[in-house]
């Protein structure tokens, strides 16, 4: 019976049960059956199959709303630029158009207001729409009013700017929340973006990873027709591999995960052969950030190696220039050389860890983190990494205890 509830969750919401874990629908399914008072879960399908309305109690009970303001804080300061760019090309003929799907609590199109506020942008030169299939977290979003949870990273200065603190967390200005639309909407959705405009920027960060292959496919097809040709995608870091595979361009900008569609190619003047196969272009790989010191402040959940300033960084250096440039199998080498002459070491796994990632072999990345953590228990970038692999497999708590490990004091700044 269960098989028959993973069925319909992924057909409603694309929910892959491998990605996610069977525990976590498992855990979901017996919460909603305690909650209506159906211990038969035979008893329970019927009700679920025939119920629209316990489908989506469903799909609030199931689904990952993790999030948090300015993750991945490069994204940020990257949309800054480009939406200043992209203002001018436009040359005022009209604001910008942003979105945000999956929007969750709020966390992610708010810290898009707020970049772009900051820029110096008026609220008129933009608006963002922003998504979710989940009514409860876009419920969260229009109160505004955030917890110690939603402020994960360092510097802090935005929530001094936009923020009043009160009873309960800290409430979000309403010049802020004003840019932003918040409405229902599924991803899977065919209609979705029926009759819209496209995008000048879109995010769709951390939905993927729980979808299957074919359901990637035809979300990343979706999106990329939904994009304007001049326009920016952003997805998570675990995502990047998924976007160059369907032909998007990495903008070349570390720590950002922002791709744009890439250039048509010219057409041959060879006769049209419609019936042959086309090949299509090389997969371009992930970019990677090179090694940073320890010391730089903004880093919520970094990708960089956290290395002492010594040779080592230029063998990290390289191997980061390698694997931005396409050439992963180099860069593999580079760290297999690196373990033979200097012996196991937490860099050379967690970069095998990422270069795994990159491949989309995420069993041989973990074991690559876990390695790396084993020789560097602090090891943030492993940790986050492997934490969020263990949270796509349907682990939270595991997830939450590296995350935690991730943020003490002696790797990483806390509010
Ligand atoms: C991990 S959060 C990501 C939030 C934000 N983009 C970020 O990266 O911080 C995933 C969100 O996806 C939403 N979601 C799941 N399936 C969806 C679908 N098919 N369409 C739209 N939203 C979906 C969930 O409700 C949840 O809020």
New binding site residues.
């Given amino acids: 019976m269960i098989e028959h509830i993973e069925r319909l969750l992924k057909s409603?919401?694309?929910?892959d049960a491998e990605s996610i874990g069977r525990s976590v629908i498992e855990r979901a399914v017996r919460q909603r059956m305690n909650a209506i008072g159906q211990p038969a879960i035979e008893h329970y399908w019927t009700t679920l199959s025939g119920s629209p309305r316990e489908q989506q109690a469903l799909?609030?009970a199931v689904?990952?709303?993790?999030?948090?303001f300015f993750?991945?804080p490069e994204s940020f300061n990257a949309l800054a630029g480009l939406a200043l760019e992209r203002l001018a090309q436009l040359g005022g003929s009209r604001p910008l158009r942003l979105i945000?799907?999956?929007?969750?609590?709020g966390?992610?199109p708010y810290s898009i207001a707020m970049a772009l506020l900051d820029a110096g942008l008026a609220p008129s030169q933009f608006h963002i729409d922003a998504?979710?299939?989940?009514d409860?977290?876009l419920e969260l979003a229009r109160r505004g009013l955030y917890g110690r949870n939603s402020f994960r990273g360092q510097p802090l200065d935005f929530r001094q700017r936009h923020f009043h603190e009160q009873a309960g967390g800290f409430l979000l200005d309403a010049r802020v929340r004003a840019c932003v639309s918040l409405r229902t909407?599924?991803?899977?959705?065919p209609g979705l973006f029926a009759g819209q405009a496209p995008y000048d920027f879109i995010?769709?960060?951390?939905?993927l990873i729980?979808?299957d292959r074919p359901t990637q496919v035809r979300v990343l097809e979706s999106l990329k027709r939904q994009l304007h040709k001049g326009g920016t995608l952003f997805i998570?870091p675990a995502e990047a591999s998924l976007a160059s595979q369907s032909g998007l361009q990495a903008i070349g900008r570390q720590q950002t995960f922002a791709f744009c569609l890439a250039p048509a190619r010219p057409v041959p003047p060879q006769a049209p052969q419609p019936s042959a196969p086309r090949l299509r272009p090389p997969p371009v790989a992930r970019p990677i950030a090179p090694a940073r010191p320890r010391s730089q402040p903004s880093a919520i959940a970094p990708v960089v190696p956290v290395v002492p300033a010594t040779r080592a960084d230029d063998a990290w250096q390289t191997v980061a220039e390698l694997a931005n440039a396409g050439r992963t199998e180099q860069a593999w080498q580079r760290c297999q050389e690196h373990l033979q002459t200097h012996g196991p070491s937490a860099e050379a796994y967690y970069w095998l860890g990422l270069l795994s990632d990159v491949q989309n072999n995420v069993e041989q990345a973990c074991a690559y983190y876990r390695k790396a953590i084993y020789l560097d228990p602090q090891h943030r970038e492993a940790l986050t990494h492997l934490a969020a692999h263990l949270?796509a497999q349907g682990d939270p708590n595991a997830a939450q205890r590296l995350y935690r490990r991730a943020q003490t004091p002696e790797v990483g700044k806390r509010d």
């Fill in positions: 409603r919401i694309g929910l799909v609030e689904v990952v709303p993790e999030t948090w993750r991945y945000s799907l999956p929007c969750s609590s966390e992610e998504l979710d299939v989940s409860k977290v909407g599924n991803l899977l959705d995010f769709c960060r951390n939905l729980y979808f998570g949270q």
